[in-house]
């Protein structure tokens, strides 16, 4: 079966599906193609925090009132390291921005509710998702569901499809160049009915690894551990969890802490990752399709946001201002933002984990680190504006 549409988005994880509602918005006629169920996508727990303009974007889809009503509201962040605790003011530090913690998953279902509000396409199990000629101004992409191979011909293919998807796979290797650094541990993370150990989020750096304090509501709390890359999640009890993260927490949180069982246990390996460009003739790569960035600065979703703002506007512009010259646009403009959230992820993993080969003087340095920051405005002012988010 062949058709033709203006826009084919690959992936239906946010950037997939925010793409799609800010398009449809602009009149500009898109298709998901999703390879798994939407129960699926919506069972893998990922982010939790916010940033301002991702909220704005959010609103603008009109996919942003639950967010508004359930979301909660940030105006600082906690640091904790030799068993003390350090406040950053983050209204105050950002001049009056801050952070809402509303997790990734209830994005995922608002877009895919006011998707599905509109009337537009997302097809679910789409097998073998394969495109062609995105090198020529009619790429056309192929896929087979319920047995049926299906053809869609088109303007613009989106790859939104994650770091394992095939968008970027299908870029002649020498056409991309990737940057990458793998970090020497993981994240075991465990999601549970209990409250939050405090109001606000609590990164800790402790002599024996990083933990997170974190929240979907203020009866759900996620928190993560840093562990070693060769971990089992069947070697870690929740009792074991729970002891480690107590271990590693101040001595308030340690005894704020309320456990309960785990609804959700698992480990991600960490990595900076960026491909350059992010566009290939007329295939657009957005989010976790082009760049991952280690969790410990709240970026990875909001970094995918900033990417589908700036391809709308260079979609808009090229559909409806019939602006050929706009697609020059999207890469400089994203990867810009991109490498500023990469660094600033890279800095706060830096200075919170445990590094096997840092040494004393590594350990030094990030006492150092700590120091400076919880002691200087200045420097509270630059975690602060990062943390929040740059302007698009
Ligand atoms: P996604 O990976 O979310 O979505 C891609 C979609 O494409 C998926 O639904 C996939 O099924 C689909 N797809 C893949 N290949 C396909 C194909 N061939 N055909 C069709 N569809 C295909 N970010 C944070 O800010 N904070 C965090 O704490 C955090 N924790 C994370 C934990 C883990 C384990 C992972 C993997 C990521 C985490 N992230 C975190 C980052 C994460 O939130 C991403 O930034 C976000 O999901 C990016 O969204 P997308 O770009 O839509 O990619
Ligand atoms: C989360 O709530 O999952 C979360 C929050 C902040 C981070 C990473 C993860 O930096």
Redesign the pocket.
Known sequence: MSRRVQVVI???????LLLGQLLHLSGIEAVI????TADY?LGRI????LEQGTVDVLNRAGAGARCAAEGLVHSGVELAFDGRRHRIDLERLSGGKTVTVYG?TEVTRDLMQARSAAGCETVYQ?DD?AMHDFDSDMPRVTYTHAGQTHEISCDVIAG???????SRASVPERSITTVERVYPFGWLGVLADVPPVSEELIYANHPDGFALCSMRSRSRSRFYIQCELDEKVENWSDNRFYDELRNRLDTRAAEALVTGPSLEK?I?PLRSFVAEPMRFGRLFL????AHIVP?TG?????L?VSDVHYLHECLNAFFNDRDGAALEDYSRRALARVWKAVRFSWWMTSMMHRFPDNGAFGQRIQEAELDYLTGSEAAGRSLAENYVGLPF
């Open positions: 690959i992936g239906a994880g946010p950037s997939g193609l999703e390879r798994q996508v990922r982010a939790g925090v990734q789409a998702v939104c499809d994650g770091f394992h998807g095939i698992s991600a957005v989010g976790d399709a969790p709240a970026k990875g979703l909001n995918a």
